[in-house]
Protein backbone atom coordinates (compact mmCIF):
# COMPACT_ATOMS: atom_id res chain seq x y z
CA UNK A 1 0.00 0.00 0.00
CA UNK A 2 1.30 3.53 -0.49
CA UNK A 3 -1.00 6.85 0.60
CA UNK A 4 -0.21 9.73 -1.96
CA UNK A 5 -1.02 13.14 -1.20
CA UNK A 6 -0.99 16.31 -4.09
CA UNK A 7 -0.25 20.06 -3.08
CA UNK A 8 0.73 22.70 -5.28
CA UNK A 9 -2.48 23.22 -7.50
CA UNK A 10 -4.46 27.07 -7.90
CA UNK A 11 -5.06 29.57 -10.53
CA UNK A 12 -2.27 31.22 -13.03
CA UNK A 13 -2.26 32.82 -16.16
CA UNK A 14 -1.95 31.35 -19.33
CA UNK A 15 2.18 31.52 -20.04
CA UNK A 16 2.91 30.25 -16.03
CA UNK A 17 4.56 28.08 -14.20
CA UNK A 18 3.19 25.93 -11.04
CA UNK A 19 4.91 22.81 -9.61
CA UNK A 20 2.58 20.27 -8.27
CA UNK A 21 3.95 17.90 -5.33
CA UNK A 22 2.99 14.42 -4.46
CA UNK A 23 3.94 12.78 -0.63
CA UNK A 24 3.99 9.60 -0.70
CA UNK A 25 4.68 6.60 1.96
CA UNK A 26 7.35 5.57 -0.71
CA UNK A 27 8.16 5.84 -3.85
CA UNK A 28 9.32 2.10 -4.62
CA UNK A 29 6.61 2.48 -7.32
CA UNK A 30 5.86 3.20 -10.86
CA UNK A 31 4.87 6.99 -10.38
CA UNK A 32 3.01 9.00 -12.32
CA UNK A 33 0.67 12.42 -12.65
CA UNK A 34 -2.45 12.18 -14.73
CA UNK A 35 -5.43 14.65 -15.30
CA UNK A 36 -9.41 15.08 -16.10
CA UNK A 37 -11.05 18.25 -16.89
CA UNK A 38 -14.66 18.28 -16.88
CA UNK A 39 -16.78 16.28 -19.61
CA UNK A 40 -13.27 14.81 -21.01
CA UNK A 41 -11.55 11.05 -20.33
CA UNK A 42 -8.89 10.89 -17.55
CA UNK A 43 -5.73 11.39 -19.48
CA UNK A 44 -2.06 10.71 -18.70
CA UNK A 45 0.53 13.66 -18.09
CA UNK A 46 4.02 11.51 -16.98
CA UNK A 47 5.24 8.59 -15.51
CA UNK A 48 8.75 8.46 -13.71
CA UNK A 49 10.23 4.68 -13.42
CA UNK A 50 12.42 3.68 -10.41
CA UNK A 51 15.98 4.03 -12.74
CA UNK A 52 14.85 7.73 -13.36
CA UNK A 53 13.71 7.23 -16.70
CA UNK A 54 10.09 9.09 -17.49
CA UNK A 55 7.49 9.15 -20.25
CA UNK A 56 5.44 12.35 -21.32
CA UNK A 57 1.52 12.26 -23.02
CA UNK A 58 2.25 14.57 -26.01
CA UNK A 59 0.19 17.56 -25.34
CA UNK A 60 2.21 17.86 -22.47
CA UNK A 61 5.97 17.14 -23.92
CA UNK A 62 8.56 20.01 -23.80
CA UNK A 63 6.43 22.20 -21.23
CA UNK A 64 5.91 20.04 -17.98
CA UNK A 65 8.62 17.94 -16.37
CA UNK A 66 8.21 15.15 -13.81
CA UNK A 67 11.04 14.12 -11.02
CA UNK A 68 11.15 12.77 -7.70
CA UNK A 69 13.06 13.38 -4.66
CA UNK A 70 13.83 9.33 -2.92
CA UNK A 71 15.62 11.27 0.38
CA UNK A 72 12.01 13.38 0.72
CA UNK A 73 9.14 10.62 -0.93
CA UNK A 74 7.85 13.53 -2.47
CA UNK A 75 6.84 12.98 -6.71
CA UNK A 76 7.22 16.51 -8.55
CA UNK A 77 5.55 17.68 -11.57
CA UNK A 78 6.90 21.11 -13.14
CA UNK A 79 4.49 22.59 -15.35
CA UNK A 80 5.52 25.67 -17.43
CA UNK A 81 4.38 27.35 -20.59
CA UNK A 82 0.78 26.02 -19.17
CA UNK A 83 -2.17 26.65 -21.08
CA UNK A 84 -6.05 27.49 -20.76
CA UNK A 85 -6.39 23.45 -22.02
CA UNK A 86 -4.24 22.65 -19.04
CA UNK A 87 -7.03 23.34 -16.81
CA UNK A 88 -7.94 19.76 -15.09
CA UNK A 89 -7.70 18.06 -11.93
CA UNK A 90 -4.15 16.73 -11.27
CA UNK A 91 -3.96 13.34 -9.60
CA UNK A 92 -0.96 11.24 -8.56
CA UNK A 93 -1.03 7.97 -8.90
CA UNK A 94 1.30 4.36 -7.99
CA UNK A 95 1.79 1.35 -9.91
CA UNK A 96 3.15 -2.13 -8.82
CA UNK A 97 6.34 -2.16 -11.29
CA UNK A 98 5.48 -5.67 -11.49
CA UNK A 99 2.08 -5.55 -12.71
CA UNK A 100 1.91 -2.53 -14.91
CA UNK A 101 4.05 -0.71 -18.13
CA UNK A 102 5.67 2.43 -16.97
CA UNK A 103 5.10 4.45 -20.16
CA UNK A 104 2.64 6.80 -19.80
CA UNK A 105 0.73 5.44 -22.84
CA UNK A 106 -0.04 1.95 -20.94
CA UNK A 107 0.42 3.10 -16.99
CA UNK A 108 -2.28 1.30 -14.86
CA UNK A 109 -2.15 2.59 -11.52
CA UNK A 110 -3.17 0.69 -8.49
CA UNK A 111 -2.81 4.09 -6.26
CA UNK A 112 -4.73 7.55 -6.65
CA UNK A 113 -4.06 10.22 -4.60
CA UNK A 114 -6.94 12.91 -3.86
CA UNK A 115 -6.33 15.28 -6.68
CA UNK A 116 -5.27 18.60 -7.02
CA UNK A 117 -7.07 21.66 -9.02
CA UNK A 118 -5.01 23.56 -11.66
CA UNK A 119 -7.02 26.40 -13.15
CA UNK A 120 -5.36 28.32 -16.35
CA UNK A 121 -7.34 31.31 -17.28
CA UNK A 122 -6.65 33.14 -20.92
Known amino acids: QVQLVESGGGSVQAGGSLRLSCTAS?????MGWFRQAPGKDREGVAT???????SYGDSVKGRFTISKDNAKNILYLQMNSLKPEDTAMYYC???????????????????WGQGTQVTVSS
Open 93 to 111: AAGFRSLTSCTISSFIPHF
Open 26 to 30: HLDFC
Open 48 to 54: VYSDGST
